[in-house]
């Protein structure tokens, strides 16, 4: 879960979505948060699905409502994860399938730069300082909705 994303995320960012994250069906138990790289703040998101098979399932829900309101294009290969990027609306996806976790880039203006905080996420290679939001940019106001990542002890 939580624990998955990369460290260096605005706190007041993360959210969980149980089911139907970004109105793809299925890609459930869905953590995001938004990252401040390089002057560009991105969201990014990361699932755990139940198995291999079920996230394979998921990614090609989402690369064909991808398709069905805008491009979609598949991407070498990183290790073991497949990716597409898909822009849809004036707004860039960059998503991967590795195994049970999906994972990516969402709503972003920058094509390059969800591409390669993805591509970094997946080599390894990917270091973030801790989180500054972007000059000018608002403060985000903390999710109400947002679930604790891990049970507090001593919670009924």
Do not use: C
């Not at 098979?53 to 294009?73: L, M, R």
């Not at 903390?142 to 001593?154: F, I, L, N, Q, R």
């Amino acid at each position: 879960g939580l624990k998955r994303l990369p460290a260096g995320f605005d706190p007041a960012s993360v959210s969980f979505t149980l089911a139907d994250a970004f109105g793809i069906p299925g890609l459930g138990n869905a953590y995001s948060a938004d990252y401040a790289v390089d002057g560009v703040t991105q969201k990014f998101f990361i699932s755990a699905q139940s198995d291999a098979a079920a996230a394979a399932k998921v990614y090609a829900a989402f690369e064909s409502f991808a398709k069905q309101f805008g491009t979609a294009t598949d991407l070498d290969p990183i290790g073991e994860a497949k990716r597409f990027e898909a822009e849809s609306f004036g707004q860039w996806k960059s998503v991967y399938l590795r195994g049970a976790e999906i994972g990516g880039i969402v709503d972003s203006d920058h094509r390059e730069a969800s591409g390669k905080f993805v591509k970094d996420y997946l080599d390894g290679t990917l270091k973030l300082p801790p989180f500054k939001a972007a000059p000018g940019a608002a403060p985000a106001a903390p999710k109400t909705d947002a679930m604790p990542a891990e049970p507090v002890e001593g919670a009924n």
